[in-house]
């Protein structure tokens, strides 16, 4: 799991603005859940309500944010599927 420093670097090099705040919620279960904390808002869903609280470009962010939490985004396959998956895994398993 990347840093909020390192989202918000990734975010300022793609969009031009750090997007903290977007980061910070998308990672606010993180420090009781470890990587787990992902289930409840990386993946699609979780970009529309960042879309809907901030807008289009920090929905941007959300999904820069989670594919580098992620690895890899498989469009082809629904979120929950690839959450059940993904929390199966140790953190350290790459995504495919």
């Known amino acids: 799991m990347a840093y909020i420093d390192k989202h918000c670097q990734d975010c300022v090099e793609a969009l031009g603005e750090e997007f903290r705040e977007v980061h910070a919620w998308l990672d606010e279960f993180a420090k009781d859940r470890g990587y787990k904390h992902r289930i409840k808002r990386h993946h699609r869903e979780g970009i529309e309500e960042v879309r809907q609280k901030w807008g289009d470009r920090a929905a941007q962010a959300a999904e820069i944010h989670i594919k580098r939490d992620w690895g890899k985004w498989r469009e ?14 140790p953190p350290w398993t790459p995504f495919i």
């Open 76 to 89: 082809d396959v629904p979120w929950k599927s690839q959450v059940k998956r993904y929390i199966l895994c």
